[in-house]
């Protein structure tokens, strides 16, 4: 198969990425500061790719086939805001750069479906439903302005080289841990933002399996070259993380949405994957109803 290597390897998303490529026989480099990558990982390295010169030196060192660029401060106002966008914005410049210059093949950047601006202070309603990638962005925090900047950087690499490159946006992502009651990344469990609609409605009820995830990040980063150089997909799970239709619930936490969520019934999510099922051939597997290891 090939050299991946997996920047954030010991994320929440990384870790599964990791499993899967290497369970397909890939050779999987990880890269994280923090300890935690998956042992089925032949390698692993603490570097700093913030650092331009430690970005470079990993590159060259494992000269990988792909990248797979997970890294950066995952959580909005976690850090303060000019840290957030500093090294959210370095890590994916430091990363696209060092892949072009260094004849990657392939690179696969993370994004964020909070690009799209839900949740601002000042309100916030889609421009329809359900969301798909052509929806206008309108970022309004450092972490979501930090990933408009990320997918804007690999398009201008993407132009600028050969590396074939894509972004992904995957939805709230939940590892296997936190169907068994393990705090999410919000410090809230699933089973708490299923019994609470505010706490899940702000993010529009969207999340996916870290495996299901995984899996499409691994079947796009075998597509890449088949595909057109810049494409961004969502990466969602195939109904909401709510226990009642949209329809009747985001209204409630998005006002003015009650036209538009109209049509989301039954177990319909927000954001559509339409994009990534025709072009990739995926669809996520994995359900909070099929997942969630509590009774709901």
């Known amino acids: ?44 390295l603490p570097a700093d790719l913030t650092d331009t010169g430690e970005a470079f030196e990993t590159i060259a060192r494992f000269r990988p086939e792909t990248v797979i660029h997970l890294a950066a401060i995952a959580t909005p106002f976690s850090r303060p805001e000019s840290v957030i966008f500093k090294v ?46 052509e929806h206008p962005v309108r970022p309004w925090n450092a972490y979501n302005l930090s990933k408009v900047a990320a997918e804007q950087t690999m398009k201008a690499f993407a132009v600028a080289g050969t590396t074939r490159m894509a972004a992904v946006r995957p939805c709230f992502v939940i590892p296997p841990e936190e169907w068994a009651g393990a705090p999410t990344q919000s410090g809230h469990t699933v089973k708490e933002r299923l019994d609470r609609p505010d706490l899940a409605g702000v993010s529009l009820f969207n999340y996916i399996d870290s495996r299901d995830a995984a899996d499409m990040i691994a079947v796009l ?15 969602g799970a195939a109904d909401a993380l709510a226990r009642k239709p ?49 009774v709901p």
């Open 1 to 44: 198969m090939s050299r991946v290597l997996v920047t954030g390897s010991a994320g929440r998303l990384g870790r599964s990425v990791v499993r899967t490529l290497a369970t397909a026989g890939h050779e999987v480099i990880g890269v994280d500061r923090a300890p935690g990558t998956p042992g089925e990982a032949a390698a692993t």
């Open 88 to 133: 959210n914005t370095q890590l994916a410049f430091n990363v696209c750069e060092a892949s072009v210059a260094l004849g990657v093949a392939g690179v696969v950047v993370a994004s964020s479906p909070t690009v799209l601006g839900y949740g601002a202070p000042g309100g916030w309603a889609p421009a329809y439903l359900p969301i798909d990638e």
């Open 221 to 235: 980063s075998q597509a890449l070259p088949e595909l057109p150089n810049g494409e961004v997909f969502f990466a």
């Open 246 to 294: 949209l329809a009747e619930l985001l209204p409630q936490v998005v006002p003015g949405t009650e036209q538009l969520a109209a049509g989301l019934t039954g177990t319909s999510p927000a954001f559509s994957t339409t994009k990534a099922e025709r072009l990739l051939g995926w669809q996520p597997k994995r359900s909070w109803r099929t997942e969630l290891k509590e």
